[in-house]
C-alpha cells in the first residue's frame, strides 16, 4: 500500500484554492502594513456609574453590593476564609430564593433555605453525568467579564477543570484570564455560604480584547479526568494533606462541555490606555504597550520582538509599576506580575496584571504612568 | 494546487530574501502537503486552511531567519505543526471529527477508477484508525507515512530526540496493529 500517494488521491480535493492563495498572499501584504501603524493613545470613555454593583445572569437582577469576587481576596489554602459583612448573604441571593426556586413538597423553613447549597441559587449551565456548573453572578464592564459559579462533581474521579466565556468560539477575543476556587472547608461557618462536600466555589476573571457587548455568549468548561495511580510514585513530604507524592495518569488533551450564558455588558466604566514604546528588557524589545484599568485590577499588555531563543519562565521574574494618581491628589502604585505570555516566531506578547487590594474608581483616575513613564494626565507625585 | 512543477528551491541556501515568486513556490511545492497533513492532524479542513494561512504568513516573516540548518521543507513542516500545535491548545478545536474527514475521503475515492477505488478502501480503513490515535501519536505516524520524513527530520520538526520518535512510532503502530485487519496491519 503506498499510503503518501493514496492518500493524496483520497484527499484530492484538500488543496490550495486560488482563494486560499490569495488570502495568503493578501494577508502578508496586510501585516506588513499593520506593522507600521502609528498606535495613539487614547481613553474610553469614563462616565458608568455601576462601581462594584453585580449582574445576575438571567434574571435581571442589579444591586449594588460587594463583589462575591471579594471573597477570594487573600486567599490562602491554610484557613477559611473571612468573608466581608457586606458579603454575608446580599439581598439578591434572598430574592431569588423567594422568586426562582419553587420548594418541592413543604415550604422550607428559614433554616432549611439557609442549609441549602449555593448551587440551587445560580442558574445551571452545565450539567451531565460528571459535573455541573452553576453561574451565581456575572459582572462585565468595558473588558472585564467577571463571573462566579458552583462547580458540583457528581463523580469520584479526580477533575481537572477550566472555565470561561468566549462568544462563538472565538478565544482570540480574550487577552487573560485568572481565577481561583474554594473548597467547603475555606469557607468560613459565618459567611453564610455553605457547600456541599462535592462542590467548589469559584471565580473567573477575564479581559476582552474589545468590550464585551450585551447578548449571548458561550460558558466553556474544560475538562480532564485524573486517574489517581496509588503507589507507583516515590514517597515524598509535600506539606499538604497527603503526604503521599501522588501521580495523575490524564489524557493529554481536555475534553469540553459548553452551555449558552448571557451576559449584559454595563457602559464602560475603565480606562484605556495603549500606544508605543522603545523599551529593552534582555533579549526583548517592547514596542507597544496597553493598559487597562478597572476598579478591581490593572492590566498590562506589551507586544513586542525578541532575538535569539525565548523560554516560557521569561516573564516570571519580570514586573512593572504602573502608577495611577486620582484627582484628589493621591496615587497608588501598582506592581503588575506575569499573567500570560505568548512568543514565537521572534514575536512576543506579555500579560500582566494586579488587583488592587480595594476598589479604585477609574472616574476619578487624573494621571498614570508606566515605571515611571507619563502616559496619561498630569503625574502628581511622579518624579 | 497540484505539485506538477518540480522543486525550484534549493533544499540548502544561504540567507535569503523573500519575494513574491519565492513565496508562491513555496506554496506551490509544499501547499496541499501541508494542507493536508493539518486536516489530518486537526481534523478539520476549515481549521487547517487557517493553519496553513497562518504558517506562510509565519514563514514570510521568519524567512531571513531561516539559516538552512534542516531542509526548507523540513522548516516549513515544523512551522505548520507549531501552528497546529497552538490550534489545537483551545479546547474547542481539540475534537476530530472522523465523518467530515472520512467523507472528503469517500468523496475522492469515487471519483477513482474502480480498480483505484477497491485498492484506496484500505488506505481509508488505516487513515480512519490514524485519526482515532491521540494526537501526538497521530502526528508522529503522519510525518512518517504520509509525509514520508525520516525520523531524524520528524525529530526536528517535533523537536524531539530521535530516540522519543522511536518510541512514539513504536506505540502508534503498536496500537494501530491492535484495530487494524491483518492485510493492512502489514504495511506498518
Known amino acids: 500500500m503506498e499510503i503518501r500517494e493514496n492518500t493524496d488521491r483520497l484527499l484530492a480535493q484538500v488543496r490550495v484554492s486560488r482563494r486560499m492563495y490569495q488570502r495568503i498572499m493578501e494577508g502578508k501584504e496586510m501585516r506588513r502594513r499593520r506593522k507600521f501603524v502609528l498606535r495613539k493613545a487614547v481613553v474610553l470613555a469614563a462616565a458608568a456609574v455601576l462601581l462594584m454593583s453585580t449582574m445576575y445572569v438571567g434574571a435581571g437582577y442589579l444591586k449594588e453590593y460587594t463583589s462575591l469576587r471579594d471573597i ?51 442558574e445551571r449551565i452545565i450539567d451531565n453525568e460528571l459535573f455541573s456548573v452553576d453561574i451565581l453572578e456575572v459582572s462585565c464592564t468595558g473588558r472585564e467579564l467577571s463571573f462566579n459559579y458552583i462547580l458540583t462533581k457528581k463523580t469520584e474521579q479526580e477533575i481537572w477543570t477550566n472555565i470561561f466565556i468566549a462568544r462563538n468560539h472565538d478565544e482570540c477575543g480574550t487577552a487573560s484570564g485568572f481565577g481561583d476556587y474554594l473548597r467547603p472547608d475555606q469557607i468560613s461557618e459565618s459567611s453564610g455560604y455553605k457547600l456541599a462536600e462535592n462542590q467548589v ?89 496597553d493598559i487597562y484599568i478597572t476598579p478591581l485590577t490593572v492590566y498590562l499588555t506589551l507586544d513586542g520582538t525578541y532575538e535569539e531563543e525565548m523560554t516560557g519562565d521569561w516573564g516570571m521574574a519580570s514586573s512593572h509599576d504602573i502608577t495611577i494618581s486620582f484627582t484628589d491628589g493621591t496615587s497608588t502604585t501598582a506592581k503588575v506580575m506575569l499573567s500570560s505570555m505568548l512568543y514565537g516566531f521572534g514575536e512576543i506578547s506579555v500579560d500582566m496584571r494586579k488587583s488592587f487590594d480595594s476598589a479604585i474608581d477609574p472616574d ?4 498614570v504612568s508606566l515605571d515611571g513613564v507619563p502616559i496619561m494626565g498630569r503625574q502628581d507625585g511622579i518624579s | 494546487m497540484e505539485n506538477s512543477i518540480t522543486a525550484v528551491l534549493p533544499e540548502s541556501r544561504n540567507a535569503g530574501v523573500m519575494t513574491e515568486s519565492r513565496m508562491k513556490l513555496l506554496i506551490h511545492n509544499y501547499g496541499d502537503s501541508l494542507l493536508r497533513l493539518c486536516t489530518l492532524y486537526l481534523g478539520d479542513p476549515y481549521l487547517a486552511e487557517d493553519a496553513v494561512q497562518d504558517t506562510y504568513l509565519k514563514v514570510w516573516k521568519s524567512y531571513q531567519g531561516f539559516q538552512g540548518r534542516s531542509t526548507e521543507r523540513t522548516w516549513i513542516t515544523r512551522i505548520a505543526i507549531n501552528t497546529c500545535k497552538n490550534y489545537l491548545s483551545n479546547s474547542w478545536r481539540r475534537h476530530v471529527e472522523l465523518s467530515d474527514i472520512m467523507e472528503i475521503m469517500e468523496t475522492g475515492r469515487v471519483s477513482q477508477s474502480r480498480d483505484a477505488y477497491e485498492s484506496l478502501g484500505n488506505t481509508m480503513v488505516l487513515m480512519n484508525e490514524i485519526m482515532k490515535l491521540k494526537p501526538k501519536y497521530r502526528l508522529a505516524i503522519l510525518l ?32 494501530l496493529r491492535r484495530n487494524l485487519p491483518e492485510e493492512i496491519r502489514e504495511v506498518l
Not at chain 1, 430564593?97 to 433555605?113: C, I, R, V, Y
Not at chain 1, 476619578?364 to 494621571?367: E, L, M, N, Q
Not at chain 2, 509525509?147 to 520518535?165: D, F, M, N
Open chain 1, 201 to 289: 466555589l469559584g471565580t473567573y476573571t477575564q479581559l476582552g480584547k474589545e468590550e464585551y457587548m450585551s447578548g449571548m455568549y458561550t460558558l466553556y468548561v474544560d475538562y480532564m479526568l485524573l486517574d489517581r495511580l496509588s503507589g507507583t510514585g516515590p514517597e515524598q513530604q509535600t506539606g499538604v494533606e497527603n503526604s503521599n507524592f501522588v501521580m495523575y495518569e490524564t489524557d493529554e488533551t481536555p475534553n469540553y462541555v459548553e452551555g449558552p450564558i448571557e451576559i449584559i455588558g454595563s457602559e464602560d466604566y475603565c480606562i484605556a490606555l495603549e500606544g508605543e514604546q522603545d523599551r529593552v528588557e534582555k533579549n526583548v524589545h517592547f514596542s507597544a504597550y
Open chain 1, 364 to 367: 476619578r483616575i487624573s494621571g
Open chain 1, 72 to 122: 477570594f481576596v487573600n486567599n490562602t489554602l491554610d484557613e477559611p476564609l473571612e468573608v466581608p459583612q457586606g458579603q454575608k448573604m446580599p439581598d439578591i441571593y434572598e430574592n431569588i430564593l423567594d422568586t426562582s426556586l419553587p420548594m418541592t413538597g413543604e415550604a422550607a423553613s428559614a433554616g432549611e433555605e439557609a442549609d441549602r447549597s449555593l448551587a440551587g441559587l445560580g
Open chain 2, 144 to 175: 512518517y507515512y504520509y509525509q514520508e520524513l525520516p525520523v531524524p527530520e520528524i525529530a526536528r520538526v517535533l523537536g524531539r530526540r530521535e530516540s522519543s520518535v522511536y518510541i512514539l512510532l513504536k506505540r502508534a503502530r503498536e496500537q
